[in-house]
Structure formats: C-alpha cells, structure tokens
C-alpha cells in the first residue's frame, strides 16, 4: 500500500510555471507506475500524465510540450513541472499510482488503486 500527498498548487498568471510535488509512503515506490490526473469544476477527472519504470512517459495532447512528469525514487516523490500555464489548466490536481510497471501507462481513471488528495491549481487570464 502506498500513501500520497500532493503539494505545490497555488494561484499564478497565464504563462507562468508551476511545480507540482507527490511525496509517496513505502518503500517500494519504484514498482509503480505513477500518474497526474486533474479536475476541473464541473468536469470529469481526466488524465494529464503517467510515468512508468523506467522513464517511460505519456502526456494528454492537451499538456504535451509544456508539462514534464518526472520521479525520484531515491526520495519517493513525483513531479510535475508546468510550464506556460492556461486559464484552462486551471484544476485541482491528483497524484495516483498503480502497482506494476506498464509498457503503456493507463490514462483510464479506474487502473489506478491510490490517489492524493488533490491540490488546487489556478491559472488567471
């Protein structure tokens, strides 16, 4: 089992940049596959970005060449870098993680078994 607490949200100008953090319990973080999903109001969570082991990474169309997912297993956390931030990234961001290293990380909400509690990310016009 592994425990997740996000960090980093706040409230920034269109164009601005953002690092997210995931601090992960256990000591086997390396084993999972690791995502960010988001949620905007009145809209379903969706996926952002997955990394598996031992770098592969997938991105949404929608955050492709501006966000960058990344891990240090050394001390257990996930990031995600954002960088010329959009009103419309504006969301409530999860870390999740699933057992197992996928060829091809899920962007299905359902395959991924825990979950942070969210933080908030606010991108003004």
């Known amino acids: 089992q592994v425990q997740l607490v996000e960090s980093g949200g706040g409230l920034v100008q269109a164009g601005a940049s953002l690092r997210l953090s995931c601090a992960a319990s256990g000591r086997t973080f390396n084993s999972y596959t690791m995502a960010w999903f988001r949620q905007a109001p009145g809209k379903e969570r969706e996926f952002v970005t997955a990394i598996s082991w031992p770098t592969s990474t997938f991105y949404a169309d929608s955050v492709k060449g501006r966000f960058t997912i990344s891990r240090d297993n050394a001390k257990n956390t996930l990031y995600l870098q954002m960088n010329s931030l959009k009103p419309e990234d504006t969301a409530v961001y999860y870390c999740?993680?699933?057992?197992?290293?996928?060829?091809?990380?899920?962007?299905?909400?359902?395959?991924?078994?825990?979950w942070g509690q969210g933080t908030q990310v606010t991108v003004s016009s």
């Open positions: 999740a993680a699933v057992g197992g290293w996928a060829t091809v990380a899920s962007r299905k909400v359902t395959s991924y078994d825990y």
